[in-house]
């Protein structure tokens, strides 16, 4: 295990791309800890996961619990309950470096590019959490399909965007952890374009009867 972090949170880690990451980050040797609205079922569904990737270091709780216990923070719910978790988990995560993984999109139209008022939701996420957290945008582009499966090897890239290198650093590493390639995509400021290309990627999905289109990054040195 790379980093010089162990527990990560995962809150909304009961959800499709939470629970995906919460059991790749178990397997590569972190404890996680997933958070939900209901430490009943935060601590159900950990018991699943538990199951289902061979492991037994992944526990869950409510989300501010989980916040609390993480070393690093993830943030793995709809954008329809984003400022609302973000109020939840506030206090837990100053001074620690959050991982938005959120997507705004407008349904029913999820195939259509949707910017929020704030800019991105990682920039929204920033702006309410203050500069006492480290905002940084990952994942977003990775389906749930692929995660899923923990064995199931997955063909993309994970692009990072965020305005300090030691947190675009750390979700490189979780993202290489979960069995991908994890680039510094700029600043937080590009964070809407990342998040962009999710509603663009879900519409291709749509056309080519696929489930889990991606992207690769091409032209750069293999690190
Ligand atoms: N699914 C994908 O393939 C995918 C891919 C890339 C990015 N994303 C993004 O990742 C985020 C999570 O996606 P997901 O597919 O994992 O979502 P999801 O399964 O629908 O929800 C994740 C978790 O969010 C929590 N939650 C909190 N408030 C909620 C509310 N008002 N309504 C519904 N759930 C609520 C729920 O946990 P509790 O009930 O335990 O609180 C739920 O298990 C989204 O922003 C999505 O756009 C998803």
């Excluded at 988990?89 to 620690?96: C, L, N, P, S, Y």
């Excluded at 889990?212 to 040195?221: D, S």
Aim: proline share 4%; net charge neutral.
């Amino acid at each position: 295990m790379s980093g010089d972090f162990k527990r990560v949170a995962v809150i909304g880690g009961t959800g499709k791309e939470g629970s995906g990451l919460a059991m790749r980050w178990a397997r590569a040797g972190y404890e996680v800890i997933i958070g939900s609205r209901s430490a009943e079922k935060g601590a159900r569904v950990a018991a699943e996961l538990n199951e289902r990737a061979g492991v037994s270091t992944i526990r869950g709780t409510d989300n501010a619990s989980a916040a609390r216990e993480g070393e690093v923070v993830v943030l793995t719910v709809p954008y329809s309950a984003h400022k609302a978790t973000l109020a939840q988990i506030k206090d837990e995560v100053q001074g620690k470096v959050l991982v938005d993984v959120t997507v705004p999109l407008k349904p029913p139209n999820v195939t259509v590019v949707y910017i929020p008022e704030g800019g991105s939701a990682t920039q929204e996420a920033q702006d309410f959490l203050g500069d006492g957290v480290k905002v940084v945008a990952a994942f977003q582009n990775i389906s749930a399909a692929h995660l899923k499966d923990p064995e199931h090897a997955i063909d993309c890239d994970v692009l990072v965007c965020g305005d300090d290198k030691a947190a675009k650093q750390v979700a490189i590493t979780l993202a290489n952890a979960a069995g991908m390639r994890g680039i510094d995509a700029g600043p937080l400021a590009n964070a809407v374009v990342v998040e962009g290309l999710t509603p663009v990627l879900i519409g291709i999905n749509k056309r080519y009867k696929a489930r889990g289109a991606g992207i690769r990054i091409t032209g750069i040195e293999e690190e």
